[in-house]
Each structure stands twice: as C-alpha cells, then as structure tokens.
C-alpha cells in the first residue's frame, strides 16, 4: 500500500498479485453506490474484463461498460462523447464511480470523462500495463489529444484509490512491457542515483516478467511518483521534473502520428536531454553512457529516428510547460537530480535531436 496525500483527496495504492479479483471489495470499502461505470478498450476487455465484473458482482455492483477502440489515436474528444453516451443512458448519479480498466490511454479518457460527466463523479484507476502502473494511474493528470499536440485538453482528477495487478502483466506484449521501463529509468534519474544501480542489474528480471521483482519495482516507482504528486498535485513547480524526457517524446510522438509508442519516444527524449545537458555542461558524458545504456538494455530505441527534425522542435512550442514562449526543459546535472532550464540555445536544442537520427 502506498499512500498519495493529495490536499483534501488523499487515496491509496494496492500492489498486490491477484488485487485484480478483489478490485469490487476495495470500492465497496469506499462508496455505497449500488452501480460503477467501467471504462476499458476492445483489446484490454476480453482480457481483463470478466474478472473485473465478478469481483464487482460479488460485492454488490452493477457495472455499466463503455469499450472504446484501443490506441492513441482515439484519445479524442469523439471518443469521449461516445463515454458521455454510455454512462449518462445508463443514468448514473454524482455518486457513482467511474473505472479505468486499461492502460494510459484508457486511464487518461476515463479520467477526463469522471472529471467532467455531472460536473464530476468519483474515479477509480485500475491499470493493465506497466507504464499505467508506475506513472499513469498516479497524480490525477487526464485528458485527450488535440491535432496540434499530446494531452493538450484535460483536468486534473486524482482516482479515489488505484488498484495494480502485476499478474495481468503477464498478457502485455513485450513492446508494451519495455515502454513502462522507460517511466522506471525516468523515475530513478530525476530522484534516486542508488536504485538506477540496482535497475541497471535488474532490468532483465523485469524482461522475463520475473512477477516478485516487477511488484517491487512497481511500488518503488509508485512511491517515488506519490512523493511528487503529493507535494505538487498541480504541477506548479517540482512535478515538472516528472517530464523529464516528455519535451522531446510528446512532439516525437505527435509527428509520429503516434507510431512511437509512447515509452518509445520517452526513451529517445531521454537520450536527448542527457545529450543537451551534457552539451550545456551540466552533466558528464560518463552519466550520460549510463543512462543510455540502461535505455538499450531495457530494448527502448536510442537512435535511428526518421522523422522531420524540424517539425519535432518546431513541435516543442506546444509543450504544456512553456511559460512565456519559452520552452523549459528537465535536464539531469546528476543521476538522481534534474533542474528546469528555459534557457537553451536553439541550435543545440535541433543538433540533439538530430543525433537521434544516427
């Protein structure tokens, strides 16, 4: 259990094998409301879906189901209109908790239509890949893609509990497996130098689905994220850190038009950003090969980028952290520490990015 002490909304954090199947006694712990609405994605439901429904059954809840297509692409706001058809034909009330059975992308969606249906309706995260359960599923952040970039409308939402399964990892594929990792390194990079060391060791446990490291490594990264959150629940001033690699990876994945998955394009922003911090002096080339070694161990792209260098930093500019025109950048000055810089030349911005193209 790890406890997220947001403000007024404070909530926990089950990791536990098997949690899954007791997902409807954790809810029925927090609301007496006879129905849930449950969010998922037609990949994620015959997986997942019918042990959800039993657990929920057997303490009493009627679920009402909205399945969505699966992908980025449709985290949109179409997408969210056929959510706000489903749960308002079904008549649910303010008191009524609203799922995310899925990723981060079906977590985002979920989130953004409790936050908005009714003005409002309790939330409930329970992720189904690693990427959802070490960053997604915690902080409250929802919302949907726009043309112009990544995550660009949304609320912040914080989930009335959060529910993580590492067993249904088992039916990830192994893309999706790697994309997580890429939130783990990000983790240990900005706040803790002396677990990198052990990740830098353990990566290939988590390859193999090794199910005792992958529920220690969850929660690892699960406190790290709650220590963030709950200090800075609306990102006015150190959870930015948490976009460490993001700058680069968001217009990456939108000039993808989402073909990067979205650990993938983290992965390449992180090797970006060592890269610009090492150019800027911040950080030595020793600590930048480590970082991009762990990223090659955990089989995440550090090179071969094909895409328009130009539009990719031209793409920055719609970056939900720029203030005042200027884009801010997380650079690493250590293992283990970041710092917000605005204030990087242009030119070394484009020949970062244009080192991912080798």
Not at 117 to 145: C, E, H, N, W, Y
């Amino acid at each position: 259990m790890v406890q997220v002490n947001v403000l007024d909304s404070p909530y926990a954090v089950t990791v536990e094998p098997g949690s899954l199947g007791r997902a409807g006694e954790v809810l029925r712990g927090l609301t007496k409301a006879p129905r849930v609405g449950v969010v998922t994605d037609d990949v994620v439901a015959p997986l997942h879906l019918p042990a959800l429904r039993k657990s929920l059954a057997a303490s009493g809840f009627e679920p009402v189901v909205a399945t969505v297509p699966a992908g980025e692409r449709h985290k949109t706001l179409q997408t969210i209109s056929d959510i706000y058809d489903a749960l308002l034909a079904a008549k649910i009330e303010r008191s009524t908790p609203v799922i995310a059975l899925g990723g981060g992308v079906v977590g985002d969606m979920a989130g953004f239509a409790a936050a908005t249906v009714l003005r409002g309706v309790p939330f409930v995260q329970v992720p189904t890949t690693l990427l959802a359960m070490v960053d997604a599923s915690v902080g409250g952040k929802t919302g949907i893609d726009h043309a112009v970039g990544k995550n660009l409308i949304g609320a912040f939402h914080q989930p009335m509990a959060v529910v993580v399964d590492p067993e249904v990892l088992r039916t990830l594929s192994p893309r999706e497996l790697r994309s997580g990792l890429a939130e783990c390194i990000k983790h240990d990079v900005i706040r803790d130098a002396a677990h990198f060391e052990t990740l830098q060791r353990s990566i290939p446990r988590a390859l193999r689905l090794d199910a005792e490291y992958l529920a220690e490594l969850i929660a690892h990264n699960v406190g790290i994220k709650a220590k963030v959150v709950s200090a800075d629940p609306f990102e006015r001033a150190d959870r930015a850190h948490l976009n460490f690699g993001h700058t680069f990876g968001h217009s990456i994945e939108t000039v993808s038009n989402y073909r990067y998955a979205h650990g993938e394009c983290v992965a390449l922003g992180m090797v970006a950003a060592c890269r610009l911090a090492h150019r800027l002096g911040m950080l030595d080339a020793a600590s930048v090969d480590r970082v991009i070694a762990t990223i090659a161990a955990a089989e995440l792209p550090t090179g071969g980028l094909t895409l328009d260098v130009g539009a990719i930093v031209d793409g920055m500019i719609f970056d939900k952290k720029v203030k005042a025109g200027r884009v801010r950048f997380v650079l690493p000055d250590r293992i283990g520490h970041v710092v917000i810089r605005d204030d990087v030349p242009a030119e070394a911005v484009r020949e970062v990015v244009e080192s991912l193209r080798a």
